[in-house]
């Protein structure tokens, strides 16, 4: 995969969003950087995550009571810590702050619980094209500074639903989505939104992993300078 940013960004879902932010402004020591409207109903909260991006987004009407995602946990390096220090934010969402480089996690890591290790190795390597590096419980995968942790867990989830609170998706941001989207199908990727053009901000798609969960594709204009398809 071509990155047009060499981070990864991650996105949760709330419908309750001050005791959110206050949590992650506050005890997690993320800063806000800026508010953009999605849709009617719905705004993002953007916040500066060592130049990943935390999108909290905020929903007007009652997510459904789905179960979480395989995306599980986010780790944070954090200068000046000698071990890791597990919070939670309101809803449960998990995030670890941990010393630089604890178990390879230089920027930020994102832990999934997975039902088949090997398929999804196969996927990260082959359909996205990122580099495994070693992880005893696993097997980890190299996304530019961003690291993506893979366990196997008896309650991953079999067909994961971007609908519902907490963590729910990741985003790469890319030079061409329609190629990259195109690459992802080919080599097993399922689809789970077609390549498409938001206003003047972006070109997106969506595809889903072994086990359902959502994979944003982002061509943005303020990072590649173009939305053109091709």
Not at 196 to 205: C, F, H, P, Y
Request: charged share 25%; hydrophobic share 40%.
């Amino acid at each position: 995969m071509d990155l047009a940013k060499p981070r990864v960004d991650i996105g949760l879902s709330t419908n309750d969003i001050a005791p959110m932010l206050a949590f992650w402004q506050g005890d997690a020591g993320v800063p806000f950087d800026h508010l953009l409207p999605i849709r009617r109903g719905q705004k993002q909260h953007r916040h500066d995550l060592l130049g990943s991006v935390l999108k909290i987004n905020e929903h007007a009407d009652p997510l459904p009571d789905n179960p979480p995602s395989g995306y599980r946990e986010l780790l944070v390096a954090r200068p000046g810590l000698t071990e890791p220090k597990p919070l939670a934010d309101p809803e449960g969402n998990r995030v670890t702050l941990v010393p630089p480089g604890w178990n390879g996690v230089t920027q930020i890591g994102v832990k999934l619980a997975v039902r088949d290790v090997e398929a999804h190795r196969r996927f990260y390597v082959d359909a996205l094209g990122l580099t495994e590096e070693p992880y005893a419980p696993g097997a980890a995968f190299r996304a530019g500074e961003t690291l993506l942790l893979v366990e196997q867990s008896d309650d991953a989830p079999a067909d994961a639903v971007m609908q519902g609170k907490g963590w729910r998706y990741i985003t790469f941001q890319v030079f061409k989505v329609d190629q990259e989207h195109a690459r992802v199908l080919a080599r097993g990727g399922r689809e789970a939104v077609a390549p498409v053009t938001l206003g003047t901000t972006a070109r997106i798609s969506m595809v889903r992993d072994p086990d359902g969960n959502w994979i944003e594709l982002s061509q943005r204009a303020s990072i590649t300078g173009s939305l053109e398809p091709s």
